[in-house]
């Protein structure tokens, strides 16, 4: 349904080719005396550097006409590939070399709010008869992109629920963490393209709206599925989604771990394509995990969301506890699920699930130190804060497990200093130290 309700703004090719990937950069006007050229933020000009493939864009100044054109060059020699115009956020005018302090060019994006909506497309990422092309961008790239500026727009203006609207929940400047708001981006929704935005509030809608009839597993759980797929689909389709040309595919919102930078160049992907960042790939993770699951027994459990400080269950009551808890300010986990939650809230606004009922992810509770990234919201957030709640949660812990129970804490701060605190925490907890293990648990690309 979404295919064919999207079909016209992510039109083929006139020869019958059909494209997987656009790749796009924000730009700002150069600042240059007597320039004003609009300069494309280009890190890097390689588009593909894979084996013996390589493709690289080139840019051609015409200081006549104050613009700035581009080609696409393929098997490039090293030596003859240039640099980009971005260089550790400064940005260097190619047709009058003027570089635009990185101060002006958070500027000029902020007053774009983060200039995703108004970024020149540079190439086209194209299948044709089973084979990668790359191409500059067509008159009906720019047409259909216009067409779903348009249909966005007259969605979020159209009254009652017949659509889910963009999200508009306040996304937070936290210094070294969300960088984002910086260059404009000062709501969730503002990191998508209106393009984006068009098919994600799209598939939402059509997984909130479902209404089929299966005698093996309820429309709710198909419902719960296919949301936990459009979060996937978002992480994949944001503007802060990069081109990863050591392997051509899309990279995801998130591949700088726990962060949100600004990234000048970003890769949108066609969402019923056969390329990275698809809607396809999107459930095909889902349906994986379900097959796993599947084939191991498991036994129905009960799941509840409370404080680790106050816990519902009563003393003595569990063998076990598992737990892996924040580690200091390693990363700030309630506002990096906002990313994931405002989709979720959205595609279960029709359920009456106590989960979404805050518009944001509820972070009064959340035992871990905030304040040298927001000192606005979280000032009374700071080590001694975490320390102090770190050591209640063991106690709560120690008071549910039974005196022959055993604990399972996962703990990985990088300093010696945060071991000896969760050690003392666990000691004064009344937990008896056993054991410790070193574990590998994260993919070998980390």
Known sequence: EAEKELADYYPKDPDGGTPITYLWTRTIICEGPSCGAEVPLIPS??????????????????????????????????????????KRGTVTCPVCSFTTPVTSVRKQLKKKFGGANDARLLAVVVERNGKRFYRLPLTSDLEAVKRASKEILRRENTNGDSYVKCPDEILPLMSGVFNVPIYGHDTWGSL?????????TTLSRLARDLDCKSESVPVDILKSLLALAVDRQADYASSICTWVTSGEFIGHTFAQGQSLPIK????????????????????DWISRVCESCASASYHAGT???????????????????????????????????????????????????????????????????????????YSHKDKAFFELNMARAMEEGRRIVE????????????????WEAQLQALIDAGWIVTASWPIDSEMVAR
């Not at 005196?403 to 945060?418: M, Y």
Request: hydrophobic share 40%; with cysteine.
């Open 45 to 86: 000009l390689w588009l593909a550097k894979k084996g013996n493939r390589s493709v690289v864009l080139k840019l051609l100044p015409d200081s006549k006409s104050k613009q700035i054109h581009i080609q696409i060059s393929e098997n490039a020699k090293l030596k003859d590939i240039e640099e980009g115009t971005v």
């Open 264 to 283: 000048f160049d970003f890769a949108e992907g066609a969402p019923f394509s056969n390329g990275a960042g698809n809607w396809d790939g999107a459930i």
């Open 303 to 377: 799941v509840v969301s409370a404080t680790a400080t106050n816990h519902p269950l009563s003393n003595d009551s569990a063998a076990l506890m598992v737990t892996d808890p924040p580690y200091y300010n390693a990363v700030p986990y309630a506002d990096l699920s906002d990313f994931f939650y405002v989709w979720l809230r959205r595609t279960f606004s029709r359920s009456k699930n106590e989960l979404f009922s805050s518009k944001l992810v509820p972070k009064d509770d959340e035992i871990c130190e905030m304040a040298g990234w927001d000192s606005e919201r």
């Open 192 to 200: 998508f393209t209106s393009r984006q935005l068009l098919m994600l």
């Open 403 to 418: 005196p022959s129970g055993v604990g399972v804490i996962v703990f990985a701060h990088k300093s010696t200093s945060g």
